[in-house]
């Protein structure tokens, strides 16, 4: 099939991709794709309460199958004046693909810091830094003065930030869940770490200082989000598939059918037990006991 995407949305700017970019983006696309249906086949062959890293894994393929659609097809870029060599000419600067990554990337996180027990608090600030770090990249793309090295330099600030998390507080929580967790988070992060290092050089050379072509901006970006999606996504949720799922507790606060307590007669016993204790507490006080509707009632015996 003949590639007539550049025929049919032509290019926007005066440096842009030509057929072979496309026709790359078009290869990343499939991949992307394929992969994508390959983790939903896998999700629903799981039990419920054992698809949250596929689900997140679903997210971040089906965003990116779509950002590189629009890629390949030649949409989602504006052209900006350069700062740096072809001075006067506009380049297309892709902000469909900082949609993709304020999307995907947080969940990539998470895929990560889930499995290590890391507290809240640590995770929230994570995810807030991990966006700074998207929104600065698109800010600094679209900005045409020197000025853009201002973003770019607090984006790279919130990349140190992100490792210090992952490869301190992080590592230090999953030790205390056991060596399965610790080696399937230690091998994950450091594949991850490694590939998002690229993702500043890549910049620079493309978006901030227009050093290498689109078509090689899109070879270079292509070749780490190929690693960063497909090639993670399934690396780690196989290596999440040998542990003990239940340590993560990642099931919600009431019962449902993907629940884990539900499989956990013993911890359902001692709660139910805790609910009766307190119910004689309150009578003994003279307190009446809560009304309960079939709607409200969590765990209670019908």
Known sequence: MVNRALEVNPPNADI???????????????????????????????????????????????????????????????PVYVEFYDVGYTRQIWYVRYIDWVITTPCLLLELVLATGLPLSDIIALIFFDEVMIITGLVGGLVVSSYKWGYFAFGCAALVYIWFIL??????????????????????????????????????????????????????YGVLDFVAKPVFTLFHVYMLSKVDYTKMQLQSGKFSEGASLISHPAQHAELDSMRKN?????????????????????????
């Open 16 to 78: 842009n991709i030509n057929y072979k970019a496309s026709n790359f983006l078009w290869a990343i696309f499939a991949a992307m794709l394929f992969t994508d249906i390959l983790m939903m086949a896998w999700c629903f062959t799981l039990p419920k309460g054992r698809r949250t890293f596929h689900y997140l894994s679903i997210i971040i393929l089906t965003t990116a199958s779509i950002a590189y659609f629009s890629m390949a097809s030649d949409l989602g870029a504006t």
């Open 167 to 220: 490869l301190w507080p992080a590592m230090r929580s999953v030790t205390l869940l056991g060596p399965d967790f610790k080696r399937a988070y230690v091998t994950s992060a450091v594949i991850l770490s490694v590939v998002w290092t690229g993702y500043p050089i890549a910049w620079g050379l493309a978006d901030g200082g227009n050093y290498i072509t689109p078509t090689s901006e899109m070879v270079f």
């Open 278 to 302: 307190a119910r004689a507490d309150s009578t003994a006080v003279g307190v009446a006991e809560p009304r309960h509707s079939t709607a409200t009632a969590v765990g209670r015996e019908v």
